[in-house]
């Protein structure tokens, strides 16, 4: 294809997936009063369980347009999660005519992992993190001090947990690439782990919120993560070894395109 077919090519897969995340937000929105009921309802559930019985807190909205805006926090995130499979699949399409059937092969478990692993990283916040979360700094609030909940800043907190562990939990997928492209070998990755650690450690200070607790609750997640990125590297790059030994254009240092 020429320069311009790509370019039009392009434009209409960010189409598709506008389209397709509209359409998502759309049916998010009919349903976002009783995502945001189910909220309140949770969040009651989490606070009488780390306060004990007869602790009930209300969301409260603060300002006129507060409201309509949250709900379409809560329609967007939603929207974004029910059109990430097809969205990722155009981006998928766009891409895959450039690459050899080898990487094909390759690249397409890689994509429906980062699908399941987007997924699992978003329920892991909201069913684990969130929660722990919640309640240790509930139970750090003063008897004496009444707390009023921002319906707003609350979804705010839950998304930002949601959306970072989403993103974190692609971090075995990344390794299992750069191994499996030759960047790093599975041995770099061991020893660099303590570098790892400082390096996440930085990152949950900037996405998580501003305690001490919920920078741990990200780190130490992100370390198992990492050393399941260690073993799925370990998989690629031996298969990357198989491959490269298997081939024969191995000796020439030729690739043929179609392999």
Known sequence: MAFLEHLEELRWTLVWIAVATALGTGVAWYFSSDLLAFLSTDLNKILETALGAGQSFDLHVFEVAEAFTTRLKVALLTGFLIALPFNIFKVWQFVSP?????????????????????????????????????????RLKPPEVVATIRIGSYVSFVTKFCITFGLVFQLPLVQAVLSWMGLVSTKTLMHAWRFALVG??????????????SQVLLTVPVLGLYWVGILLAKVFERKRQREAADSPAAGTGAAKPDE
Do not use: Q
């Open 98 to 138: 450039g690459l050899f059937k080898r990487e094909k092969r390759m690249a397409g478990p890689l994509v429906l992992l980062s699908i399941v692993l987007f997924y699992c990283g978003v329920l892991f916040a909201y069913l684990i993190m969130v929660k722990l979360t919640v309640a240790f700094l509930f």
């Open 200 to 213: 996440v450690l930085v990152i949950s200070a900037l996405l998580t919120p501003p305690d001490i607790i």
